[in-house]
């Protein structure tokens, strides 16, 4: 069994707050609908900086943090599904900033699954023992993609930044990832290429639709419904799936962070598992949805309020565009 041991956190958080009174200046919302269905009171927007900025932030914390030399990094994962560039990788970026000469960069992209993703890469990476230290970042910058005149979607999502450095450990880790590919539709930005594409969309059937130039499908589009559905099942199944696997119950879990998109999806993926309140972690009436920063945006606020003990059983989970999925549970 080889774990991993988190030695180190940072986040990032834009100043500007946007609180669900602002919406209701240009919406037809209310900060009692919002609170209500969301959960969420107010979110941070990046007004002035690019996403690269926030990612750069939250891993120099990381790294100070941890207490490394940023040349004994051996590889960075980014985290964003919100990028500045298609290329390089936003880890490329962070690599200069942070001075990780030696590392090798990539990027991962499943969403607000992505931290999960990132971390359970990490662990993979760190079993061949050619790895040693790995800065994780998840930087998002939601608000680039959202149509702030969709009442249902805008109010959901904010900016920032978390990270967190891993290395290896012999504590149990267990972990699972998923996707459903099948409904990919109902959470989704597209890339804007219809400028540069010869080709009527009746030549590419699978894009059918999607090849809309209106500007509005620019902006990220969902199904609020289907995904809320898919949430609630994939969180609960994901986690039971982790349990079982380290012969876990759910008594034996110290701490859940799940993805924060709706109070309300937490609160009956968690109630379905039997798992205790108090031992479920959410930040999402401060900042929204952050996408795949909600976990080590969260993982680095209870680290600095000093609630994570050596030994804990921790369980991440969440779920995202894709529709992606998965679970960990890690003793740290
Ligand atoms: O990381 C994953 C990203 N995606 C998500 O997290 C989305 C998951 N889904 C959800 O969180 C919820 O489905 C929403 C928050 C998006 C919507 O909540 P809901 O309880 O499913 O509301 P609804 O869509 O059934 O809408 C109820 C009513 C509708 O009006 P009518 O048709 O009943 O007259 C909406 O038009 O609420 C209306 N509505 C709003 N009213 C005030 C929708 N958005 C708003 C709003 N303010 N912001």
Redesign the pocket.
């Known amino acids: 069994m080889v774990g991993i041991d988190i030695i180190g956190t940072g986040s990032y958080i834009p100043e500007f707050i946007a609180d669900n009174e602002k919406f209701s200046n240009f919406?037809?919302?209310?900060d009692e609908?919002?609170t209500t269905?969301?959960g969420i009171k107010e979110r941070r927007i990046m007004t002035d900086k690019p996403n690269y900025y926030m990612g750069i932030k939250a891993a120099e914390k990381a790294i100070g943090d941890a207490k490394i030399d940023p040349k004994s990094i051996d590889l960075i994962l980014v985290s964003s599904c919100s990028p500045d560039f298609f290329y390089p990788s936003m880890s490329c970026l962070v690599q200069k900033a942070v001075g990780a000469d030696n590392a090798a960069c990539f990027d991962v992209n499943s969403a607000?699954t992505g931290f999960i993703s990132a971390l359970d890469i990490a662990q993979k990476y760190l079993l061949t023992n050619q790895y040693n230290t790995i800065l994780i970042v998840a930087t998002e910058r939601l608000s680039n993609h959202l149509d702030y005149t969709d009442?249902?979607m805008c109010?959901?999502f904010g900016d920032a930044a978390g990270a967190a450095v891993v290395k290896k450990s012999d504590k149990p880790y267990y972990s699972m990832l998923g996707a459903s590919g099948d409904e990919f539709k109902a959470?989704y930005c597209k890339v804007d290429y219809k400028a540069n594409c010869p080709f009527h969309e009746d030549e590419m059937p699978f894009y059918n639709g999607l090849f809309d130039t209106e500007s509005k499908k620019r902006y990220l589009q969902?199904d609020?419904?289907a995904?809320?559905k898919f949430?609630v099942n994939a969180m609960n199944n994901a986690v039971r799936k982790v349990m079982e696997m380290g012969g876990y119950t759910i008594d034996d879990i110290d701490l859940v962070i799940p993805?924060q998109?709706?109070l309300r999806?937490i609160a009956k993926a968690t109630d379905m598992l039997g798992i205790d309140n108090s031992k479920v972690y959410t930040n999402i009436q401060r900042f929204g949805?952050v996408?795949s920063a909600c976990i080590p945006v969260a993982l680095d606020e209870l680290k600095r309020e000093g609630r994570l003990r050596n030994g804990m059983k921790v369980c991440f989970v969440g779920f995202?565009a894709g529709l992606t999925y998965g679970a960990i549970i890690a003793e740290i």
């Open positions: 919406l037809d919302t209310s609908w919002i269905r969301t607000c009442r249902s109010i959901l959470l969902s609020g419904h995904v809320y949430a993805h998109a709706n999806i949805n996408s995202g």
